[in-house]
């Protein structure tokens, strides 16, 4: 059933692409109606799959000589992000009902986009898995190149570059991997199954981690990410920060976690208590963590807030991975989809909401507006955005993190001492940025005021409603009863941990 997303975002943008110029309406209704149709499917195949382990949804060979086989399947893991992304495609597609510029070109990208990242997720062959893998980037660079704001061209040629890297050395690995195991297969189940040697998984494992860490934001590889988010419209900002940035941290989990278990074994030696290359991407997922929140709170420009948040909270899932502990993956996996909900709300917020009526997203010029009398609804779906952010007990965000704690905690206390200043930053640079946008009692000077007064705004679109009630709604669930997720997280995170691809 699951396999049906891929096919039907791509046969969405195919028509999108072919539909006639000069109809905008119509293909905004196309759009919503496929990522609807998706979105459904993601939720009929995570009911329908509860309780089950992985389940194989097609296997046909694709070039048999070399062992490519067109493998689709799922468990917990990918039920959770699929269904992520289904939420993220319908989120995306009503937060760009504004789109006039080229609109069929815009969502036929956007599907197709959608379409890469479902393959990613269902994707039980590495060839097949880098093939879905490099159909999302492709359309990125478009969205943002022709669609995007701020010094547009850079931050996509910027993307386009880093993940190219990225995808380099993914490549490397892969073919390495496929080489020294000897299995003629390039199916994720018969390469775990090869045992490759341990000598060759202390290489492959850090060269295909920080292949799919660059994705994921891992510092100090991250500098693409608030640069991209930026330029990025809307919808695309939602979708990098919350679904694309996820491809990376799948892939370290399920790629080169999940067949390179001994590349972080110890290494024999150690020097100032770092010993295995787990202690290294640790250390890197904590200075990302800090790091990324420190910058935030400097920021003066409200989507760069968001921005350097997404690295911020990245380094959790990053953190939370190489704990290698069950109850610290499980906590990166549930923040991976948390992250995906609430970076997409507070992009939709500023991006959309409040910039497309303000013309501005610098914080001193938003404290002059008052925007929370003014625009109550933004300012009251950005403190609920906010609250989810800083990781307050009724939101998804809250179970996450306190699960990446404890896993952090149970592998090296300090770990989770270092993370926890990054929570603290956390929680400062969201009160700065909700005080000075929306509750600021500042008073423009009579040279500020403009001199035919404030404009009015724009009142509230249905699509902007329906979308913030949608995502709001996902992070209140799962916050309320994360069961609804952790009972299909946790067996798949056990499985994997004990080498369940077998």
Request: glycine content about 10%; some cysteine.
């Amino acid at each position: 059933m699951l396999a049906w997303t891929i096919y039907i975002s791509f046969a969405g943008a195919l028509v999108l692409a072919l539909l006639p110029k000069g109809n905008a309406a119509l293909a905004r209704w196309i759009a919503l109606a496929v990522a609807v149709t998706g979105f459904a499917i993601a939720v009929a195949g995570f009911v329908a799959g509860a309780g089950q382990g992985r389940v194989t949804l097609v296997d046909v060979p694709w070039v048999a000589s070399m062992g490519i086989h067109f493998t689709l399947a799922a468990d917990g893991i990918s039920r959770v992000l699929v269904l992520l992304t289904g939420l993220a495609a319908v989120a995306g597609v009503l937060f760009s009902w504004n789109i006039e510029l080229r609109t069929n070109e815009f969502f036929a990208f956007f599907l197709a986009l959608i379409g890469g990242v479902y393959g990613v997720f269902l994707s039980f062959d590495l060839f097949l898995l880098f093939v879905f893998y490099e159909i999302a980037i492709v359309p990125k660079y478009f969205l943002i190149a022709i669609w995007g704001s701020t010094r547009r061209e850079y931050a996509a040629m910027k993307l386009a570059l880093y993940s190219f890297v990225g995808s380099a050395m993914v490549l490397i690995g892969l073919l390495a991997a496929y080489a020294i195991s000897g299995s003629h297969s390039t199916g994720l189940v018969a390469l775990a199954n090869a045992n490759l040697p341990v000598n060759s998984q202390m290489w492959l494992f850090p060269l295909v981690f920080v292949g799919f860490g660059i994705l994921a934001g891992l510092w100090p590889f991250h500098t693409w990410a608030p640069t991209g988010h930026v330029a990025a419209p809307t919808a695309a900002s939602m979708l990098l920060a919350g679904v694309v940035m996820k491809l990376g941290a799948y892939g370290c989990l399920r790629v080169a976690i999940g067949l390179f278990p001994h590349g972080m074994d110890a290494w024999g030696w150690s020097f100032a208590g770092i010993g295995s290359w787990r202690d290294v991407f640790a250390i890197l997922a904590v200075i990302g963590i800090v790091y990324g929140a420190l910058v935030a709170l400097a920021q003066t420009d409200f989507k760069f807030v968001i921005g350097y948040s997404s690295v911020s909270h990245m380094g959790f899932v990053l953190l939370g991975l190489v704990t290698l502990k069950q109850i610290g993956v499980t906590g990166a996996v549930l923040q991976m989809f948390s992250h995906g909900v609430i970076a997409g709300l507070l992009f939709a917020i500023v991006g959309r909401i409040v910039y497309e009526r303000t013309h501005t997203r610098q914080l001193a010029e938003l404290e002059k507006m008052h925007l929370g009398k003014r625009m109550p609804f933004a300012a009251w779906a950005f403190v609920i955005a906010g609250m989810a952010s800083m990781g307050l007990p009724g939101f998804s965000g809250f179970v996450a993190e306190l699960q990446v704690l404890v896993g952090s905690w149970i592998a090296k206390p300090w770990w989770t001492a270092a993370a926890g200043v990054g929570i603290i930053v956390g929680v400062a640079y969201t009160w700065r940025a909700l005080q000075k946008a929306f509750f600021s009692d500042r008073l423009p000077t009579p040279e500020e005021h403009p001199k035919t007064g404030w404009p009015k705004f724009d009142p509230i679109t249905w699509p902007e409603i329906a979308g913030t009630a949608l995502l709001m709604a996902a992070t209140v669930i799962v916050g309320v009863y994360p069961r609804v997720l952790l009972d299909s997280i946790e067996p798949a995170v056990k499985a994997l941990l004990a080498g369940g691809m077998q």
